[in-house]
């Protein structure tokens, strides 16, 4: 009985308005007690309207009326809050823009506690409580509280849509039977894609484990470095495009789930609804979800992704080795067969050194981006502006350079012709550095490139940084020939005769690539094919 008086007394004592304790009580002509600050802001907004209500009974006052505070009133409430007053409701009782708001409530609005399909209003707990005492409303059919209301009334005749019950309750039956085999539906095909998305995964480390397996074992088969890095090349490749593969469909899975989820929660919030009404005239037309991917669909194939790759290379060696044996047996160990494996005499002539022409052509993913190249990336030319090329590592970005696209190995002639200026013909390591402006990467400015300028009256040698001058005729021609095995590097001028400007003898540790340094406006790189000469540019 304590709690209870305890109850009524909050409810005599607060602010119809704000729903809190009363603070600075002022009381209008007609009785209703309000905060002063509440009463005030209520009235400030009808100063338009020159006429003032009371937000309890609506009477309406001119003028507006002075308001003083309740003295009595608030030493009630300061003595109520003392014996046991309580609160107002929490924060989390108030409606937010999300939660079904009482229509009855003034001021600030509670949530709702039910909603009534018959009165269509919703109700918070203290003005719900006359559908529990009143016998004409204890008839009303209570929901949780639901912002759809209106969609129970028919828009053709402005009421109530009414369903006889019995076939209402038929309906109703036979949809959600419907409704609960589509979940039904949905929830297994949510678990199908869930283990498809786990073989998958599972798919991608058998393929990484597959790889890592060939390229250890090829390892093994080959001591040759360049033959190892070539199958492991190979393979990554093929690792790439297999997981790429994989990915693209554990992805589609995954939007699936994602959706199906979707539609599942749909659905379970339809099964929940109570309004048979709201349930009928929600009830979906859904399509049917997307074709199961079916874990049976997807071929796992652990640890045999590369065997093939596996078996080829050890066929190779074994053949090489059998070969090898014949070869070997069949060779005298004397001297003079011996010395088929010394360097060969250098050409003299211009044709003889045409026998060993190679295909060179530049690679636009090392030329700096203000060099153009054209006529099947054997021209290169020098532009004002940069040109459109995509970003990659091996472009030099600061030097007005450029590399071959092929690897020089044995022996390997080519010559440069160029107008307009002058250019360094170089040769270089792959791994040259490519950026800044630091010596490392410039063409006969470290221990990884050696290039013969060449200018309109002279000839500098450069290696490591170290400048040799060179003397001879200057023509626009310059051939470069290279004995990679024997370690020779040579420099001719090129006319109607061959003339030997500069010899290197060293020890090549890698595959050779040829170069530009273009200082003039172009050059072009030429070759010879079966007896003709055929200008690469």
Known sequence: MEQKGVHLDRETFSCSICLDPLKDPVTTPCGHSYCMNCIKSHWDGEDQKRIYSCPQCRKTFIPRPVLEKNTMLAELVEQLKKTGLQAAPADHC??????????????????????????????CEKHLQPHYDAAPLKKHKLVEPSKKLQENICSRHDEVMKIFCRTDQ?????????????????????????????????????????????????KEIFTEKKRSSDVEQLV???????????KDVEEKLEQQITELERKGSELKQLLNTEDHNQFLHNYPSLPPPSESTHSSSIKIRPLRYFKDVKAAVTETREKLQDILRETWTNISVTVTEVDVLLPQPEPKSRDEFWKYSCEITLDPNTANTRLLLSEGNRKVTRMKKPQSYSDHPDRFTDYFQVLSRESLTGRCYWEVEWRGGGVYVAVAYKNISRTGRSNKCLFGYNDKSWSLDCDTNSYIF???????????????????????????LSFYSVSETMTLLHRVQTTFTQPLYAGVWLVGLYSRISNKVHGENVELR
């Not at 990554?236 to 994989?246: F, H, I, K, L, P």
């Not at 001058?469 to 051939?479: A, I, K, L, T």
């Open 236 to 246: 990554r490749s093929q690792q790439e495009t297999e997981e790429s593969r994989v």
């Open 462 to 488: 450069h290696y490591n940084k170290v400048r040799t001058d060179v003397s001879g005729p200057v023509p626009s021609r310059v051939g470069v020939y290279l004995d990679h095995r024997a370690g020779l």
């Open 94 to 123: 108030y409606a937010g823009p999300e939660d079904v708001a009482c229509d009855v409530c003034t001021g600030r609005k509670l949530k709702a506690f039910k909603s009534c399909l018959v009165c269509l209003a919703s109700y």
């Open 170 to 218: 038929q309906k109703r039956t036979e949809k959600q039977k419907e409704v609960e085999v589509m979940l039904q539906n949905i929830l297994q095909g949510i678990q199908e894609r869930k283990k498809d998305v786990e073989l998958l995964r599972w798919e991608l480390k058998a393929i990484k484990d597959s790889a890592d397996k060939t390229v250890k074992d090829s």
